[in-house]
């Protein structure tokens, strides 16, 4: 197995495997799973995948997150991305429901931060992949933690995010969830940092999803700001080009990451499968009532 560097100071090319070796070989996994936990995002190319191979494969970090209320592939245990209607298999109006969630996944967020139990990592395969647009680019939120000062750490690492999946989709459409969505998936809290038991590094812990600082009024609303422009500034991000065939993982607890848009009239198709974070990935460590008092 070799790893090529990606981004300025994360994510890495796994090179030498395949999603299968990785799925059948518990020598392979051990492998890859210590990249994953040292570069945060991995990239495997050329794959030829089913959506069961994916699976099996992401199955190997830990338990699959059924897909919410209201999703393609609602039930089971993929996420269809696309701007193509499944059954008659023509690009559909940008003021479709289809649309208006690849523009809500266009700002910076981690996956599954407003679930009860929030993602480990996501794992998404390029199926049908435009000639142009439609990049996936992320950002270190581990790295921006690291460039504060100490002092800074200490406060961040008391406080307590309010996260809501309402917050990021309200702001692109207040119909883009209907009512069982939103009874599904009410607001959670969580630390605004997340220690990785793996190596004891930590990450700040922020996505589009999160509406308030716990205890802070106004001024939480600006700190929020503060991170994601601290994490996104110029030249920390990488962004990844898409072929057919690509598999690209992430370390939900130490990155942020956002699709880029593409041209209307031309079909984009991804899969995703997402892994839940358990005790072992530090899920008892975020928790707000993991606090000191």
């Known amino acids: 197995m070799q790893l090529v560097k990606l981004g300025p100071d994360f994510g890495v090319e796994v090179r030498g495997v395949t999603i299968q070796d990785v799925a059948r070989d518990d020598s392979v996994y051990r492998q890859v799973r210590a990249a994953f936990e040292e570069h945060s995002v991995l990239l495997f190319r050329g794959q030829e995948l089913t959506d069961e191979?994916?699976?099996?494969?992401?199955?190997?970090?830990?338990?699959?997150?059924?897909?919410?209320?209201?999703?393609?592939?609602?039930?089971?245990?993929?996420?269809?991305?696309?701007?193509?209607d499944p059954e008659t298999g023509k690009i559909v109006p940008t003021s479709h429901r289809l649309w208006l969630t690849n523009k809500a996944n266009q700002f910076w967020h981690t996956d599954s931060s407003f679930k009860a139990i929030p993602a480990l990592t996501s794992v998404l395969s390029g199926r049908i992949i435009?000639?142009?647009?439609?990049?996936?680019?992320?950002?270190?939120?581990?790295?921006?933690?690291?460039?504060?000062?100490?002092s800074r750490r200490a406060q961040l690492r008391r406080m307590v995010a309010l996260h809501s999946f309402a917050t990021s989709r309200d702001r692109i459409s207040p119909t883009l969830m209907n009512d069982e969505e939103r009874r599904s998936l009410p607001p959670v809290r969580w630390r605004l940092v997340w220690r990785n038991p793996a190596n004891n590094t930590e990450s700040l812990y922020i996505a589009s999803h999160i509406y308030a600082i716990?205890?802070?009024?106004?001024?939480?609303?600006?700190?929020?700001d503060e991170l994601e422009e601290l994490a996104t500034a110029p030249g920390r991000s990488w962004e990844h080009s898409w072929r057919a065939g690509d598999v690209v993982m992430w370390d939900n607890r130490?990155?942020?990451?956002?699709?880029?848009?593409?041209?209307?009239?031309?079909?984009?198709?991804?899969?995703?499968?997402?892994?839940?974070?358990?005790?072992?990935?530090?899920l008892e460590l975020v928790r707000p009532m993991a606090l000191a008092a």
């Open 53 to 84: 191979d994916q699976l099996a494969f992401s199955a190997k970090f830990g338990p699959p997150e059924p897909t919410k209320v209201n999703a393609i592939g609602s039930g089971t245990f993929y996420v269809h991305l696309r701007n193509i």
């Open 130 to 150: 435009p000639p142009s647009g439609g990049e996936t680019e992320f950002v270190s939120t581990r790295r921006a933690f690291e460039r504060l000062p100490e």
């Open 214 to 224: 716990e205890g802070m009024e106004s001024e939480g609303r600006a700190l929020i």
């Open 254 to 282: 130490a990155t942020m990451h956002r699709g880029r848009p593409w041209p209307e009239d031309i079909g984009r198709y991804m899969v995703r499968t997402t892994i839940s974070a358990t005790a072992a990935d530090g």
